[in-house]
């Protein structure tokens, strides 16, 4: 929680000896999230249920060279891909997840609708964007138990969906 942005914990993993210190960091609990750091369309995501699939995923990964991540699950419906582009929203499209994948990626079937953003979530997307620094930002967010999260600010964002002007 930074500048009152809330984000899934999340830890890196670099040797098998952080692996339980950095599970602890994010929570002592499963499901979580394994991530390799570089990724795309969802690839290099995995859901993993107890510590010996964390061991397990994590050492196969290692062996491929992967810089890895571990974070917390939220248990979400759908998540919003918001472009901004100079400081200014463009669009908005809220992304489904298809049934049986616990990702939200087009890539991985999900399915898009234009979404309109409250005022509350205009501010949260701009003030995650501002320090990326960068012209063009794809910013994810979803909603879980009330609580927005900011998932990730993407500079290189996939836009193949199906956007509305994200203000209504």
């Not at 571990?70 to 100079?86: A, G, H, K, N, S």
């Not at 087009?106 to 953003?117: F, K, M, Q, S």
């Not at 620094?133 to 290189?156: F, P, Q, R």
Request: hydrophobic share 35%; with cysteine.
């Amino acid at each position: 929680n930074q500048n009152g942005i809330h984000t899934p914990r999340t830890s890196i993993v670099n040797n098998e000896e952080s692996v339980m210190d950095a599970h602890e960091r994010i929570g002592g609990k499963f499901p979580v999230i394994l991530k390799t750091i570089t990724g795309t369309q969802g690839i290099g995501v995995s859901i993993v249920n107890d510590y010996k699939s964390m061991i397990s995923n994590i050492q196969s990964l290692w062996k491929f060279g992967a810089d890895l991540l571990i974070q917390e699950f939220l248990d979400m419906q759908y998540d919003v891909r918001t472009i901004v582009v100079d400081g200014v929203i463009i669009a908005s499209t809220k992304r489904v997840k298809p049934k049986g994948d616990f990702r939200s990626n087009i890539h991985r079937g999900a399915d898009t609708e234009p979404y309109v953003l409250s005022a509350e979530e205009q501010h949260l997307i701009l003030t995650a964007y501002r320090p990326m620094g960068a012209y063009m930002v794809g910013v994810d967010h979803t909603i879980v138990d009330g609580k927005s999260y900011i998932l990730e600010c993407n500079g290189s964002p996939g836009i193949g969906s199906n956007f509305g002007n994200g203000k209504g």
